[in-house]
């Protein structure tokens, strides 16, 4: 089972287009650099790079960006959703995001499963207010009702003093307990991938 190759995918749902510096870029960056060295290799997306259009079906026509992402998301084992809290939530771009995935409730395979059961999800959240718990709350929520299992410890955050300007790129170091939180989640997003990879959900 050690030895079971994965991929993931880092969505991150920064409103900054790039090249602009982000923190929830660098964080779901840190969350990839931790699975990489666990031998799951990935790539980083930034939803904002790319013209998604909003719905809720796979592929809303007209030049839109999902499908691309979709796929990616669907040849990957593990998927990072890293957003920023804005006003106590979920990035608006996190939002439009999760609305695509509801899609998958109705994409199923000869056996009656999701596409997406198998597939694990952490959550990765900066910001410089309180709301990290609840931002992660609604996402782990909204992962699991489109075909997501999440690991124990599923998520790392970084929240900065309330009313402040710091940001997470803006610190010199990663504080430990970062660190910390990033490398469990990472470990535990590994381990359950590769269960579900050597033991798959019954069918439906």
Not at 17 to 25: C, E, F, K, L, R
Not at 28 to 50: F, I, K, M, P, T
Not at 85 to 96: E, F, L, R, T, Y
């Amino acid at each position: 089972m050690t030895d079971t190759p994965l991929r993931a995918l880092v969505l991150v749902c920064t409103l900054k287009p790039s090249p602009a510096p982000s923190s929830s870029d660098l964080l779901g960056r840190q969350v990839l650099e931790e699975l990489e060295r666990l031998g799951a290799s990935g790539e980083v997306v930034r939803v904002v790079d790319h013209d998604v259009k909003f719905g809720v079906s796979t592929d809303e026509g007209d030049g839109d960006g999902w499908p691309e992402i979709r796929a990616a998301m669907l040849a990957s084992d593990i998927l990072v959703v890293a957003t920023p809290i804005w006003m106590g939530q979920p990035a608006s771009v996190c939002k439009m995001a999760l609305e695509r995935l509801d899609a998958e409730i109705s994409e199923t395979d000869d056996e009656g499963r999701m596409l997406t059961f198998g597939k694990v999800a952490v959550v990765a959240v900066v910001g410089n207010e309180d709301g990290a718990h609840h931002v992660v709350a609604e996402v782990q929520q909204a992962l699991s009702d489109t075909g997501f299992t999440t690991p124990a410890n599923g998520s790392t955050y970084w929240v900065g003093e309330a009313m402040q300007s710091t940001d997470y790129l803006d610190l010199d170091s990663v504080p430990d307990k970062t660190d910390e939180t990033t490398k469990t989640v990472a470990r535990n997003a590994v381990h359950l991938a590769r269960l579900l990879k050597d033991a798959p959900y019954p069918a439906s």
